[in-house]
């Protein structure tokens, strides 16, 4: 495949934002709906040139094609250049990142139809965000080098600014967007001193090179293990990981398929990406995929718990979210640890570990990103989040049922959904290798039955709740006596139906271990679409999610038990979960407010007091003392005067005299 054609999956994006910026939004008509279609075309076009990109790389010599590197910037002896690293876990990426973005945008054609048809500009600015957003994203993902993917890291992060607060006159979306910015940057911090740490002991940023530098004498020991653990800071702050998850839930204020793309295939896959794209170096060090396997864990159980008790069902899917990639990063840290005890510390084992946490990257994308399109089609019939003025949906919307109880089941890992495969590998995985952490896995998988199931019985079950004046009117209500349900538009409905195939499907790539020698691993057991059912672990698997979504059933449909009085029984923890650990209230009005603000307001006073008024004080008394000095000379006796001027005239001719 042409490496010029590879160019232009990064390329499209960039041209459809730079024409949507420059020439749509300024001068063509407001209601124009060019800037969607431009947008679809462009991404449409990479999505085409990905798929070929998978088929050359599966064809092509190691999985690899090589893409000859273009020279951005010589200083001296530094040379650096923009190139592509295309290999397997490229190819995947591309897919998922253009497929799932392409839905997106198809899908936003009908839920911004609004903005287009009162010629509001917002419509055009949409498109063109989302344009910069999928290329920056792309960025990430086809960089050779770690400082490329830092420059596209962040372009990322600025896109989800803007996107997260697009409805900026809303206080709560800028200050969403402001809180995701800045408790990212924490993350990127330690991303960014990774490299000065790497770029001072290797003097290069190629990711290649660093492969093979790695675990020599050049870069081993504590400096390995400190350059990638910060290199995983800036995966926590990008995927959300505990205790940097704060700003992913506040994220919903951004527009519906926002969220979908940003929790399914772009800003929080990014963080995943880069830890799998750096396992090879991070499997020298034990430290290091320790620390990412803990945190991976206690992420999985800790959002599992919020996404519980939540009302808003786009904020139970934002937990959700987190959750999930704290599997993933659980999935990469234990499959490393299992090569590095092993001493299989070679660049391709290293690889083919990453494909347990990239497959489940892989099948969650298309999943949750149709949960998220699922709760915005809901919202645009009911006119609200809250679950509970919803109920009843099921006759009114049967296909967002049907696509939403779809991804809700590959959510909760049953068999033979996408979610069964990726879910089950990670916990045989940690299992093997950490089996304290599997049991923690094993907790988060029926939380994570229960909740998903809990919104689907609360949303599209019982009888519709959304009537009363008191609390909220939905969009379509007539009179205030109910809306008028009815099912989204098909341009909304198709993506969703896609990604509900791909929610089925996309997991049996893996059946007879397909994925994982794509991915490098050598030697797969090819278990089969039903042998996989003759192992323990995936009945164990199954029981307990099964175990989840029968209590929910219980509570929310049938209502044999009350889950009032659940509630009330376990108050406690109904009110940490509710209100969120009391991590929003730690970061904001201790930490932030009280200790970094209030910490500036003393240091700025004492400043002021001891160091301003400190100097300008010393100089007055100075001052005043030189004053009252020279007062004293000045005794107005002219015959005083006179005696001090000869005595000077004396002491000249003296000092002329002897040294004259």
């Known amino acids: 495949m042409s ?49 070929l990109t998978l088929s050359a790389v599966m064809s092509a010599p190691n999985h690899k094609i090589e893409v000859p590197d273009i020279s951005w910037l010589t200083i001296g002896n530094l040379n650096v250049h923009v190139g592509l690293l295309v290999d397997s876990l490229t190819a995947v990426m591309l897919v998922v990142v253009t497929l799932v973005s392409l839905m997106v945008q198809v899908y936003s054609l009908g839920y911004m139809k609004d903005n287009w048809d009162h010629g509001n500009t917002a419509y055009h600015r949409y498109y063109a965000w989302m344009s910069l957003f999928t290329a920056s994203m792309l960025g990430v993902i086809l960089a050779d080098s770690l400082l490329l993917v830092f420059v596209f890291w962040e372009m990322v992060g600025l896109c989800s600014y803007l996107l997260i607060g697009f409805w900026f006159h809303r206080p709560s979306a800028a200050n969403a967007a402001k809180k995701a910015f800045i408790v990212t940057r924490f993350g990127d911090f330690g991303f960014l001193v990774a490299l000065l740490l790497i770029f001072a002991k290797t003097q290069t940023f190629d990711i290649e090179e660093l492969y093979g530098i790695a675990g020599t004498a050049v870069l081993a020991g504590s400096v390995l293990t400190w350059a990638a653990i910060g290199i995983f800071a800036g995966a926590m702050g990008k995927s959300a990981q505990f205790p940097l998850h704060l700003w992913l839930p506040d994220a919903m204020e951004g527009p519906t398929p926002v969220s979908a793309l940003i929790h399914a295939a772009t800003m929080v896959a990014a963080g995943v990406f880069l830890v799998a794209r750096t396992l090879p170096i991070f499997v020298h060090s034990i430290e290091a995929l320790t620390t990412v396997a803990i945190i991976g864990a206690v992420t999985a159980i800790f959002a599992a718990s919020m996404g519980l008790v939540m ?9 959700s979210t987190i ?27 290293a690889k083919a570990a990453a494909a347990v946490g990239i497959f489940h990257l892989f ?16 919202n645009h019939a009911t006119g609200t989040f809250d679950m509970r003025l ?12 049907a696509t939403f109880l779809i991804a809700s089941l590959s959510l909760a890992g049953i068999w033979p959904l996408s979610g069964f495969w990726s879910k089950d590998e990670i916990l045989a995985v940690a299992l093997e290798n950490q089996p304290v952490l599997f049991y923690l896995a094993m907790i988060t998988v029926f939380m994570t039955a229960f909740y998903i199931f809990r919104v689907l019985f609360l949303t599209f079950g019982g009888e519709y709740r959304g009537t009363s004046h008191e609390t909220h009117v939905p969009r379509g209500a007539h009179g205030g006596h109910g809306p008028h349900l009815h099912e989204s538009a098909p341009v909304m409905v198709a993506p ?49 999610a099964g175990s ?34 009391y991590f929003d209230e730690l970061y904001e009005n201790i930490i932030v407010r009280k200790i970094l603000i209030g910490g500036l ?32 000379l000045q005794t107005g006796q002219l015959q005083l005067y006179g005696l001090v001027i000869g005595i000077g005239i004396l002491a000249i001719i003296l000092v002329l005299y002897l040294f004259g």
Do not use: C
Not at 26 to 44: C, D, H, K, Q
Not at 363 to 378: I, T, W
Not at 554 to 570: D, H, P, T
Not at 606 to 625: C, E, L, P, S
């Open 363 to 378: 099948n969650h994308a298309f999943f949750k990103a149709l949960l998220f399109l699922g709760a915005g089609s809901v």
């Open 601 to 632: 307001f003393v240091g700025l006073e004492k400043i002021d007091t001891y160091g301003v008024d400190g100097v300008v004080n010393t100089v007055a008394k100075g001052a005043y003392a030189d004053g009252k000095a020279l007062r004293r």
């Open 3 to 51: 490496s010029q054609l590879i160019w232009l999956i990064f390329l499209l994006p960039v041209i459809s934002f730079l024409i949507i910026s420059l020439l749509i939004k300024p001068f063509v008509n407001r209601e124009s709906r060019i800037a969607g279609y431009l947008t679809i075309l462009a991404i449409g076009t990479s999505l085409a040139l990905s798929l």
């Open 311 to 319: 009302t808003d069902i786009k904020r139970v899917v934002a937990y």
């Open 548 to 581: 989840g979504i029968l209590l929910a059933y219980l509570m929310y449909s049938r209502k044999v038990i009350s889950a009032e009085r659940i509630g009330s029984a376990f108050k406690p923890l109904y009110t940490l979960f509710s209100r969120k650990y």
């Open 496 to 544: 969703m139906v896609a990604l509900s195939v791909l929610a089925i499907a996309s997991g049996w790539w893996n059946a007879s271990g397909g994925f994982a020698r794509f991915m490098g691993e050598e030697h797969v057991e090819a278990i089969g679409f039903f042998g996989v059912l003759t192992h323990g672990l995936p009945w164990l698997s199954l029981i307990v």
């Open 323 to 349: 959750s999930q990639l704290g599997y993933m990063m659980l999935g990469l840290g234990a499959a490393g640890i299992g090569i590095a005890r092993g001493g299989e510390t070679g660049i391709e084992a």
């Open 390 to 401: 919803m109920g009843g949906l099921r006759k009114a919307m049967p296909w967002t049922f």
